[in-house]
């Protein structure tokens, strides 16, 4: 799980960054830009969330993705991710929208 945090943690990160950089510039033109992170566990086995009984993994059925979408008109900026978890603190997610 800390592997996905820190993955989803490191994306929101480059989003952010780029949506920053994007504020600087003088012109009116509308930018886009969307990414796409691998956040599967490499490390086995790892608890699974979003069951009644803790149960663990030791093997990925599916990859686990994050996603975002960043829009920019040249004023407002948005910043859309997306994050194939069941559970994310609230803790990380405060830290990725600062």
């Known amino acids: 799980m800390k592997v996905i945090l820190q993955s989803l943690f490191s994306l929101s990160m480059i989003v952010l960054i780029g949506l920053a950089q994007s504020t600087w ?36 059925h599916d990859r686990l993705m994050s996603r975002a979408l960043v829009l920019d008109d040249g004023s407002d900026q948005l910043v859309i991710v997306v994050v194939d978890s069941l559970m994310i603190s609230r803790e990380l997610l405060d830290q990725a929208k600062e």
Do not use: H, L
């Not at 003088?26 to 886009?32: G, I, L, Y």
């Not at 796409?36 to 030791?58: C, H, L, Q, W, Y």
């Open 25 to 60: 510039a003088a012109d009116k033109t509308f930018r886009a830009g969307a990414a796409a992170v691998d956040i599967s566990p490499t490390k086995f086995p790892v608890i699974v969330n979003g069951m009644f009984d803790e149960r663990t993994a030791t093997k990925a």
